[in-house]
């Protein structure tokens, strides 16, 4: 597919972002980049690009278990350590021996193909934070204060809605579930977004993430 895909200056500038990045950015990180460059690009277009690219084997998609996918300019191969709180994904050092002593077990019958190693922790600035509020009695979450008070009662109905269904949904399914309007579903998804309560793996379409699951439980 490479050798037949067509470069236009769109997928010229989403490439170019992306290398700039220097992280592993989502789909949503890379298009606040990309518009400033292309201000009439929508969100679709870019998810629709970085899936293509991928497919082409320009960039690499990482698919962390249980979050939103992120992208890598670094096409050699390596392994990733992601935070459990903010979700920030790092590249991580391992040897050659490591990695063999991992794949040399029995495969149960399996053809072994690849290899993807998941290391998770606590990233640096959420470590540092995590301990100063440990000091003062609090409770953190994603680099910020959690308490039960950050929730409004739209907001733990959107997050029920969410919890209560295998795969993402769109506004119409949480408003049939919970009997708000839209305009007030599309608020409350906004802000549930940068709290990190909700993710959007696909466009207008919705799910709870683990530390939605975490404070809705409390």
């Known amino acids: ?45 870019v998810y629709r690009n970085l899936e293509i690219l991928s497919e082409a084997g320009l960039i690499k998609k990482l698919e962390v278990s249980g979050r939103r996918k992120r992208f890598d300019w670094d096409l050699a191969e390596h392994n990733h350590i992601s935070c459990m709180k903010c979700q920030r994904v790092d590249n991580i050092d391992t040897t050659a021996a490591q990695v063999d002593t991992l794949s040399s077990g029995r495969h149960k019958g399996y053809t072994l193909t690849g290899l993807r190693i998941e290391f998770i922790g606590l990233c640096p600035t959420c470590r540092l934070h995590s301990e100063e509020h440990k000091e003062k009695g609090e409770q953190t979450m994603g680099c910020r204060k959690s308490t039960t008070s950050t929730l409004g009662d739209q907001q733990r109905q959107v997050l029920e809605a969410l919890a209560q269904t295998a795969t993402p949904c769109g506004s119409k399914d949480i408003a049939a579930a919970t009997g708000l309007e839209s305009k007030q579903i599309s608020c409350q998804i906004t802000a549930l977004k940068k709290k990190g309560y909700v993710e959007s793996p696909a466009r207008c379409r919705y799910e709870i993430t683990e530390q939605g699951k975490q404070i809705l439980s409390q």
């Open 1 to 45: 597919m490479t050798a037949t895909l067509r470069m236009t200056h769109q997928r010229e500038i989403i490439l170019q972002e992306l290398s700039r990045c220097g992280t592993h950015p989502t789909a949503d990180d890379l298009y606040e980049h990309v518009r400033k460059q292309l201000p009439r690009i929508s969100l679709a277009t």
